[in-house]
């Protein structure tokens, strides 16, 4: 197993960052909106859903709104000229404040498995809820991945990439070498409070070494540091987010397509759910320093 996890990620890795560096971000969102679709298909899966036909239209809900917001430019260009209302264009920003809703639902999600685990395991979504919730969450890390990529040169993507691999490295390492509390035994017995704080270790370092060489003022670094260590916590929760979807469902994995990995979303469940935390912030700090 650990043989095959580390043959896929030497595979991956280097397409991961090929990807990132050198594709314009059309085609970088376009990759990752894939990626995102076949987590959704996995997602119809963890719901019990079996209909081909539901999970086609499923994977549409996802579709629809991903094309408005790749075209969204484009849309009020037309709309403008279509109703002869220039002031339109003033609201291609207004897609920022879409940010919001998964943050504050990242939050309190991390709230309510922290404080109440047995109720989060008993907890019972209608179908459509549970269509919508998975909807909501890959539609919200494919579309602010992509505005990360699009934001300030590729390099602050990587840097999130990285965050995310060496706190998820530094998490199993330093949890499997000093974890003796589990973090949350009744959702994931193998997570531990020690490798909780070696993940947050891992983004302080990250942070600093980052900072330094994107030249950013001591204030900003701190700040980094800051977001860096917040991105992995909520990133950790995210993780044991979809255990919970997971162990309501009854299954170990959520798909089989990486070998010695599982599927899709048993590897970016933590990016999923930190990404749009970490666009917020760094959409802040960069307003600042400019």
């Not at 959704?40 to 094309?67: C, Y």
């Not at 917001?69 to 879409?98: C, K, M, N």
């Not at 998964?102 to 999600?109: D, Q, S």
Request: positive net charge; charged residues 15%; proline residues 4%.
């Amino acid at each position: 197993m650990l043989l095959q996890r580390i043959i896929t990620a030497v595979i991956l890795i280097p397409l991961v960052v090929l990807a990132v560096l050198k594709l314009p971000t059309e085609y970088f969102s376009l990759i990752f909106a894939v990626i995102m679709l076949l987590g959704a298909w996995e997602w119809t899966n963890l719901i019990d859903m079996t209909s081909v036909l539901k999970r086609g239209l499923f994977l549409l809900l996802l579709i629809v709104p991903m094309l408005v917001i790749h075209f969204w430019t484009q849309i009020l260009e037309l709309a403008s000229l279509t109703f002869d209302i220039p002031e339109v264009r003033d609201y291609s920003g207004v897609i920022e404040w879409l940010v919001i809703p998964p943050v504050l639902f990242w939050i309190v999600a991390m709230v309510l498995i922290r404080n109440a685990p047995d109720s989060v395991l008993k907890l019972q979504l209608k179908p459509r809820n549970k269509v919508f919730l998975g909807a909501f969450i890959l539609f919200s890390a494919w579309m602010f991945l992509s505005r990360l990529h699009a934001l300030n040169e590729p390099k602050m993507t990587l840097y999130f990439l990285v965050l995310i691999w060496s706190a998820d490295i530094a998490a199993y390492f330093v949890g499997k070498k000093y974890g003796t509390t589990k973090l949350s035994p009744e959702i994931s017995p193998g997570k531990t409070i020690a490798g909780m704080y070696g993940a947050l270790a891992a983004a302080v370092l990250c942070a600093v070494v980052f900072g330094l060489i994107f030249d950013f003022y001591i204030v900003f670094i701190l700040d980094f540091v800051l977001l860096s260590a917040v991105t992995v916590l909520i990133s950790i929760y995210g993780d044991l987010f979809f255990s919970v979807v997971k162990r309501i469902r009854g299954v170990k994995d959520t798909g089989a397509i990486l070998p010695g990995h599982g599927g899709i979303l048993d590897r970016l469940d933590s990016l999923i759910a930190a990404v749009p935390l970490f666009y917020a912030g760094i959409s802040l700090i960069y307003r600042t320093i400019t």
